[in-house]
Antibody, heavy 119, light 107 residues
Framework: QVQLQESGPGLVKPSETLSLTCTVS????????WTWIRQSPGKGLEWIGY???????KYNPSLKSRLTISIDTSKKQFSLKLNSVTAADTAVYYC?????????????WGQGTLVTVSS | DIQMTQSPSSLSASVGDRVTITCRAS??????LNWYQQKPGKAPKLLIY???RLQSGVPSRFSGSGSGTDFTLTISSLQPEDLATYYC?????????FGQGTKLEIK
């Protein structure tokens, strides 16, 4: 079945850029939308944004000014970059597959990766 | 943003009990309501989408209902493996938002 795996640094300094990559295996990147979601004790589950295999995207307005999501179909990867991070960005970050734009449900998830923002 | 409010925040029930969790949206989301189950240390898992459609592989003891602003997740006969936190999520409009979760404990 489809598997997603997040990778990236677990510790980021304040004001720097958080960068994560999600690798998709056992399934196509095409025909789906690819999403980032984070979970912190203070804010619960928070949708970050998505990108389709065609490159169309939507971001959470609360993060939009600091956020870039990109996709590399040849590597079957999609990535998240969040700049100017603060302690409030400390969370477990999940990548997930969204079934479609008209059916925005997340049917496969990565295991999650904890990112701590601290000096 | 559409606010999602779940109740209760936690509940304790016995094996075999019928359990109901409610979710209320701050505005109508028609039937764009999904439910996830998160076990400790794991990623959320999709249980139900579009209010009442059971995701493939999910046991039939799970069901969902509702429309507009009020929704319900029901477990017809609680099993020990149902120990988890349950989240509702609206997919009516972006930013997609989640409820704060209902932690289900087994007595």
């Amino acid at each position: 079945q489809v598997q997603l795996q997040e990778s990236g640094p677990g510790l980021v300094k304040p004001s720097e850029t958080l960068s994560l990559t999600c690798t998709v295996s056992n399934g196509p990147l095409t025909d789906y939308y690819w999403t980032w979601i984070r979970q912190s004790p203070g804010k619960g589950l928070e949708w970050i944004g998505y990108m389709s295999y065609t490159g169309s995207s939507k971001y959470n307005p609360s993060l939009k000014s600091r956020l870039t999501i990109s996709i590399d179909t040849s590597k079957k990867q999609f990535s998240l970059k969040l700049n100017s991070v603060t302690a409030a960005d400390t969370a477990v970050y999940y990548c997930a597959r969204q079934v479609s734009e008209s059916l925005p449900v997340f049917d496969y998830w990565g295991q999650g990766t904890l990112v701590t923002v601290s000096s | 943003d559409i606010q999602m409010t779940q109740s209760p925040s936690s509940l304790s029930a016995s094996v075999g009990d019928r359990v109901t969790i409610t979710c209320r949206a701050s505005q109508s989301i028609t039937n764009y309501l999904n439910w996830y189950q998160q076990k400790p240390g794991k990623a959320p898992k999709l249980l139900i989408y579009a209010t009442s459609r059971l995701q493939s592989g999910v046991p039939s003891r799970f069901s969902g209902s509702g429309s507009g602003t009020d929704f319900t997740l029901t477990i017809s006969s609680l099993q020990p493996e149902d120990l988890a936190t349950y989240y509702c999520q609206q997919s009516f409009s972006t930013p997609f938002t989640f409820g704060q979760g209902t932690k289900l404990e087994i007595k």
